[in-house]
């Protein structure tokens, strides 16, 4: 669960950076969302490994 929080958080700080680059802060920060959203993608896709069962 605390996987999916994170990846979630990521996404979050990747849109608020795109709204403050298009909205006048920068070209810098709409390059900077892209590697955030770059970033999400690449944990949201990755297969995860196998929980080790233990008893």
């Known amino acids: 669960m605390k996987r999916h929080l994170v990846t979630a958080v990521i996404l979050l700080i990747a849109i608020l950076l795109y709204a403050v680059g298009i909205s006048g802060g920068g070209a810098a920060l709409v390059g900077v969302g ?10 949201a896709l ?10």
């Open 34 to 43: 892209g590697a955030v959203e770059l970033w999400f993608w690449v944990r």
């Open 46 to 55: 990755r297969p995860r490994p196998p929980a080790a069962h233990t008893k």
